[in-house]
């Protein structure tokens, strides 16, 4: 009998993937011999596992997600006269071709383009730059005619490297409710969402847009992801209290670690962040202005490998920071405020209640700093 549940186990696994794989035909005789990207475009930090698409690799094909331990997907093509790229995806993904120019010169990506379960011929030319590609399938369609409706809300960049400026958030959230109401079940819509987080931060009205979904949406993989980040970031916004954090075994950060200053101030960084490092001594300075004051410094450092931690460990050292670090080892800090990006700073207060969530601005923090003191 447990011989049969295991044989019906892989006839049932085999459907779904059968179900759900792609296939790209894809050919570009001017990058023969030459390298593409294909992948997930500009991710936030800890957003990264919801795009989630498999390639079968080969001597042309490589996994350069796997390769640099990121957590989104993105593959490296050999480019030969013929391409075939056979995968596995679970949901509709927003994807697109890039190529990296000699050192310096920078990067050409191609226009985002969506990937889903199906068969696809792709004939890129030489300039990929900003190229919109015409791919006729349902999800694209659905994309390419609600960003079109979406351009009222925009206004033109006059540059192909520059993004379009959001007009307000506002007015477009609300137009995007009502196109959930319509297509409840809309995956391009969601993304919608995910790609707005990601250009221009937190917003209210996108919980209240997540909600329109139907029920049954509501049950897949992608919405609980995307819900579960949004909820952790409206529960530590302004006037909430930040959540006990457990960085390992033997180093937490609770409400006790607040009552014994007025104030708190955290910094969340990483190495690999260029304006974090730069911003340091500023962060050494506030420490000196506001250390007599009863006001508490923390840095909390996102790194887990041993490596990453030395080098965080002499970053400290050479900027004289003489405050308490922690390292966030099991990514709990990360996951339960939502931390997208670096540099991140918290103000708390006493009570453990939020005062201030500010990314990237020492100027500000000092401003609120010293308000509340006053």
Known sequence: MKKFHYVLLILISNFIYSQNNFEIDFS??????DSLMFGAPMTRNGFGDLY??????????????????TDHSIYYFKIQKKNIVNGFIE???????????????????TKIFFLEKGIYKIDLPQNINNLELNIDSPTNKEYKDLQKTLEQFYIKSKGSHQRDSLINMEKKQQ??????RKNPNS?????????????ENYH???????????????????????????????????GQ?????????????TSEDFKKYKLTFIDYWSTTCAPCIKSMPEVVKLYHEYKGQNVNFITITDEQKLNRMEVAKNILKKNNASWVNFFDTNKDFQKKVNATSYPLHFIIDENGKIIARISNSIEEARTVIKEYLQ
Do not use: C, H, M
């Open 52 to 69: 989630t698409f498999k390639i079968q690799t080969n001597q042309n094909i490589s996994d350069f997600g796997k390769k640099f331990k």
């Open 28 to 33: 570009s005789n001017s990058y023969i011999n």
């Open 187 to 199: 995956y391009v819509a969601l993304w919608e969402i995910v790609n707005d987080y990601t250009l």
């Open 91 to 109: 949901y509709p993904q927003p994807v697109a071709f890039s190529y990296i120019r000699k050192k310096g010169e920078g990067v050409y990506n």
């Open 241 to 253: 209290k930040i959540p006990d954090i457990y960085f390992d075994q033997e180093n937490k950060l």
């Open 204 to 238: 209210p009205a996108y919980l209240k847009n997540l909600n329109l979904f139907s029920a049954k949406f509501k049950q897949n993989k992608l919405y609980k992801g995307v819900e579960a980040r949004l909820k952790a970031e409206q529960s530590t916004s302004i």
């Open 175 to 180: 137009f995007l409710g009502e196109y959930i």
